[in-house]
């Protein structure tokens, strides 16, 4: 019975510090922000694409939103679907995707909603839809 009890907790230990963090985008983006000389953002209603490269707009834009958090929503069912998808991109790195509610496969929501910020420079970018 004693056995059963301590394998009992171990288990519940290794689920619990398995469980998804709250983090922030920079927490996320492994590499520093400032880097960033390319982001893509792709909308999902419409499948078109802005690609902006001006390192001004990029900088403006990610200190807006790098200090979002990212909590982890309890409901991690897969879903179909988003209304933005972000890469960011830097020389020589793998870029780092993710969508507004969406990273590295797991499901969040976001303090301040990210979404707002992201529309209102999606629209308001002077790039070309491609």
């Given at each position: ?110 303090e301040p909603d990210i979404f707002p910020i992201v529309n209102d420079f999606y629209k308001n970018l ?5």
């Amino acid at each position: 019975m004693k056995i059963k009890f301590i394998l009992l907790l171990i288990f519940c230990s290794f689920i619990t510090g398995c469980g998804l963090e709250t983090k922030t985008l920079s927490e996320f983006y492994e590499n520093s922000l400032e880097d960033v000389n390319q982001i893509n953002i792709l909308d999902g209603s419409t499948g078109y694409k802005k690609i902006i490269k001006d390192k001004e707009l990029i900088d403006e834009f990610l200190s807006e939103i790098k200090d979002t958090t990212f909590i982890p929503d309890k409901n991690q069912e897969e879903r179909s679907g988003f209304t933005y998808s972000l890469s960011l991109h830097q020389d020589g790195v793998a870029p780092f995707i993710f969508s507004l509610s969406s990273v590295n496969d797991h499901y969040y929501y976001t303090e301040p909603d990210i979404f707002p910020i992201v529309n209102d420079f999606y629209k308001n970018l002077d790039v070309q839809e491609e």
